[in-house]
């Protein structure tokens, strides 16, 4: 019998960020929302938020340690907890159709993403080569 290498134990990080769920939390946020960051396979970190009231706020994944870079599928919740809106991100840029619902659970809008990048999206449009044939007079 021969022992199999034991698997690493996930990294786990907690911290505080405030109202935007993005930033860290500073001492005049009366309630701070807990970050659960854990280090998953294959370099994506997996992210869930919940309010001082343990109610999950938000959940995705990211690519990258510093959570600048979402990556996969996104849910926010609302204060009551109920979904507010899903979506998928892919390598930090919306993609696929965004569903929003108000905190009773009602359907409030969807959008559609196309998945290009500000400047993809300007020279989709012509506007980016207009920018350069002027650029270039």
């Known amino acids: 019998f021969v022992a199999e290498p034991a698997q690493p134990e996930p990294q786990t990080r907690i911290d505080h960020v405030g109202a935007d769920l993005r930033t860290p939390a500073v001492p005049s ?14 370099g994506v970190f997996r992210v869930r938020i919940r309010s001082a009231q ?4 938000m959940e ?3 690519l990258d340690s510093a959570l600048t870079v979402p990556h996969g599928r996104f849910i926010y919740y609302h204060p009551n907890g109920r979904i507010e809106s899903v979506g998928d991100y892919d390598h930090g840029v919306k993609v ?3 569903y929003t619902q108000d905190p009773t659970g009602e359907s409030r809008a969807e959008r559609s993403y196309s998945g290009l990048s500000g400047e ?3 020279v989709a449009a012509g506007v980016q080569q207009l920018a350069r044939t002027t650029r270039d007079r």
């Open 96 to 98: 696929g159709t965004w």
């Open 120 to 122: 993809d999206l300007l």
């Open 60 to 62: 995705g994944t990211y």
């Open 29 to 42: 946020d009366n309630q701070p929302f807990a970050r659960t960051v854990v280090a998953g396979p294959h």
């Open 54 to 57: 343990l109610i999950q706020r």
